[in-house]
């Protein structure tokens, strides 16, 4: 097949741009046990697996496979969503609010929507992390605090719904929303500013708010006593952070969301003194109400922006012979959890691994997962503190993935990087930065002769051991995995453009292909007519961007990749 080069950037004037196909309506069973030929979800299931069981591209072929069709997104800065496929049907969503929809299988451009921005905005970053489906409907929150449900054949607005406050509380959205039972859930980002967390339900017919759900209890509410009582801190709640920026994964048979939690505001845990529920937390939540039945914290009174924002996998674990439901996550903080979830949401702590360097944590608790700091590596106000990883992590918000054929975990990581940091008192204004420390001045530092900074791990969730690994010596890793039903694991992720596959099993490289900028967005996979595709989103920049300045300066590296964004697909040649 010939690759067909869409330019989208040339047909923007109109919403709709052709006469669209058909539209199948996502129910809440499709999304419960979503068709292999489509990709539904952020992650491709509920469970969050970001894996696909199509299985006709494997180790054997996949050096045949090809691009199909490419279009131009007219949008530069970070790409971060996946492509979401119904049917005929692409949805991508890209920074700076908007959404495109192509043909899957050739590419054609469909329509576009634009939400203007407004003057004055704050925003930390102006990307987006997808949309969400449930009937007809496409979901896609904006970084000015609105939720928008669009027409899946037309792109025409059906409604929008105010989530937050971008003038008055410094909020703005660049999560995906997730759809759960008729609710569309979302929460904003802002912890810098001052936001405190939240996540919002609303009805996906009518936009109303169904419930709302705080990260940070007020007084009185259960966790509240974590939280400065009185004193000089008594009010740290109202502005504690905890923001959940990413969206949730789902048990559809106990019927409970699984949300992570973001860092704390001010980054400085003195400022606040206590262990903060339920800041770097993962929460269990009744989809129903908003009700919290569950949680567990990763790291007590957080003091290193060690966001806990990722939701763990949901996944079988083994013990004494039997499966038991369980959670599996790679934190920010370098940590590796095992976590056990019971029918109620009940989640409690197995264990607990450093899978890069961390001389924060002097101790885990076998029994309970709290950790012990060293005193040394806890910046603080007025008190200079160097820690590893960085605020960074071992992993940012790129997502995991687990295959159930290979049973492994595969996380995309760095290591050998720290930060230095010292606390400050800042004030609290709208649209302005007051985490505590000098923006200015985030000290990144990377050690001597580091042999590498970015990879992947593969680790065998029975054995509890990593199996192999890929390093990258020029380059961080910002991407996404795919797993795949053919033993193949795809990803982006570093500065040189590439998107590879790798041999699940053994970790060799298999393929690479040059995009025309760097891989951010999460892979995703589908199939048309019994054939497989797999598609991917090229567009560098934010945090990624701003690393590779900072890398330029510290080993040499190229200072810029660049940036605009594309859309590829690709499949096994003939």
């Not at 159930?404 to 940091?421: A, Q």
């Not at 041999?503 to 760097?518: A, D, N, Q, R, V």
Request: glycine share 12%; net charge neutral.
């Amino acid at each position: 097949m010939k690759l067909r080069i869409g330019v989208a950037a040339l047909a923007l004037v109109a919403t709709t741009a052709v006469q669209a196909a058909d539209y199948k309506p996502v129910t809440e069973e499709r999304l419960k046990n979503p068709e292999p030929e489509n990709w539904l979800l952020t992650k491709g299931n509920y469970e969050g697996w970001s894996y696909t069981p199509l299985d006709q591209i494997t180790p054997a072929n996949v050096a045949k496979l090809k691009p199909v069709w490419s279009a131009a997104t007219g949008i530069n800065s970070g790409h971060e969503a996946p492509a979401i496929v119904n049917g005929d049907y692409m949805f991508v969503a890209t920074p700076h609010n908007n959404v495109l929809a192509f043909d899957t299988k050739t590419g054609r451009f469909l329509w576009r929507f634009v939400r203007e921005t407004p003057e004055g905005l704050g925003a930390l970053h102006r990307t987006n992390r997808g949309v969400a489906l449930w009937g007809d409907k496409v979901y896609v929150g904006s970084i000015d605090c609105m939720l928008t449900a669009l027409n899946a054949k037309t792109g025409e607005k059906v409604w929008e719904a105010q989530v937050c406050d971008w003038e008055k509380e410094s909020a703005y959205i660049t999560s995906a929303p997730l759809a759960v039972k008729g609710k569309i859930i979302i929460g904003p980002s802002g912890g810098e500013f001052g936001v405190r967390g939240f996540i919002k339900a609303f009805d996906a017919e009518t936009g109303k708010l169904a419930w709302t759900r705080y990260s940070v209890p007020a007084p009185g509410e259960a966790g509240s006593e974590t939280w400065p009582q009185e004193g000089e801190w008594k009010n740290a709640w109202k502005n504690g952070g905890g923001t959940m920026w990413m969206p949730g994964n789902y048990d559809s048979k106990n019927d409970i969301i699984y949300w992570g939690v973001g860092n704390g505001a001010p980054w400085l845990g003195d400022q606040r003194p206590g262990d903060n529920l339920y800041l770097a937390s993962v929460v269990s939540i009744n989809p129903d109400n908003g009700d919290l039945v569950g949680h567990f914290q990763y790291h007590w009174n957080d003091s290193w922006d060690w966001a806990g924002m990722n939701a763990p996998t949901l996944i079988d674990l083994e013990r004494d012979g039997k499966k038991v439901p369980g959670l599996i996550s790679a934190q920010r903080n370098g940590v590796l959890y095992w976590l056990e979830r019971d029918a109620k949401g009940k989640i409690t702590f197995d264990k607990g691994v450093k899978y890069v360097k961390n001389n924060v944590f002097k101790t885990i608790d076998e029994k309970t997962g709290r950790p012990t700091y060293n005193e040394e590596a806890v910046p603080g106000t007025g008190k200079t503190a160097t820690y590893c990883p960085s605020l960074w992590g071992g992993k940012d918000w790129p997502y995991e993935a687990y295959s159930p054929k290979s049973g492994m975990l595969y996380i995309p990581f760095n290591d050998n990087h720290c930060m230095t940091l010292t606390g400050m008192i800042q004030p609290i204004l709208p649209g302005q930065w007051s985490a505590g420390v000098d923006i200015n001045r985030l000290d990144l530092k990377v050690d001597d002769n580091f042999p590498f900074i970015g990879g992947i791990q593969a680790w065998d969730v029975k054995a509890r051991k990593e199996v192999w690994r890929e390093t990258y010596k020029g380059s961080w890793n910002w991407g996404s995995i795919l797993t795949t039903g053919g033993g193949v694991l795809f990803a982006g992720g570093t500065n040189d453009r590439m998107f590879r596959a790798y041999e699940e099993k053994t970790g060799k490289l298999l393929w690479e292909f040059p995009t025309p900028s760097g891989i951010i967005s999460p892979p995703s996979a589908f199939a048309v007519d019994g054939k497989q595709y797999i598609a991917v989103v090229s567009g560098y920049g934010v945090d990624a961007q701003w690393i590779q300045g900072k890398m330029h300066t510290q080993a040499g590296w190229e200072k810029t990749v660049p940036e605009g964004g594309s859309v590829w697909v690709f499949a096994l040649g003939d």
